[in-house]
């Protein structure tokens, strides 16, 4: 099976944040990154993936010329080649920019499975998967906490995480996507072999500005302000007979609140 596995690098999770002095974002002089967590266990399912049906894992991840520690790491772990979306301009600020460049360089090649993690550490969108599956016209599952591939029948099958603590299995042709949640499994560690063969390993670089797309009409997003929220101890205590503070609750969540 040829599996691609899509990869965020974002802030480290034991990373003091501070905001910058333009309030744009964090301080990104003095922190730590790693691979997305989300994206780190769709990784450890393709490579399982692999380990029993065979194949080939290629990983990709769209950033700057800084990202590749995440790219090092994955072909450490045991993936075999890389695709680096070179970003240096930060273009693709949009769950639907991220997607259609991934869309724009996959549509080149043919993948029987495409894994994303489920959504991203730092932007929270858990857009990105399901947005380039519609783009690619895959059929495609999120929150997926297991994956039983079977290359023989040409379909897949999927356990995703659903409300109130229920569980659905889904089975799916190939190709296909899949977003992966974190704790799905227990993620492997490099070891010292495949960090010196990850050396040795291919990694091809696409910059974002020679592919087709129109970056003037597409949904973008722009981060006006970032700020830590002000704490507030304000508090008022109803006083009086139960019914009476019962009602005077209603009454103020009714009309000030707006809660009901």
Known sequence: MKILTCLREVPGRETRFRINQLGTWIEDSDITVEINECDEYALEEALRIKEAHGGEVTVLSLGA?????????????????????????????SPYLVAASIAAVVAENEFDLILTGTQSDDMSWAQTGVVLAEMLKLPHA??????????????VRA??????????????????????????????YASLKGIMQAKKKKTVKIDIEGLNIDWGTLPSTELLRLYVPEANSNAEILKGEPSTVAATLLERLTKEAKVF
Not at 142 to 155: F, L, Q, S
Request: aromatic fraction near 2%.
């Open 142 to 155: 999120t929150i997926v906490m297991e994956i039983k591939a079977d290359p023989e029948t040409g379909n």
């Open 65 to 93: 010329e800084g990202i590749t520690k995440s790219i090092r790491k994955a072909l450490a772990m045991g993936a075999d080649q890389a695709i680096h979306i070179l970003d240096s301009q930060q273009r693709a600020n």
């Open 159 to 188: 356990l995703r995480e659903m409300e109130s603590g229920r569980f659905q299995w889904l089975e799916l042709p190939l190709p296909a996507l899949l977003a992966v949640q974190a704790g799905s499994s227990q993620v492997r």
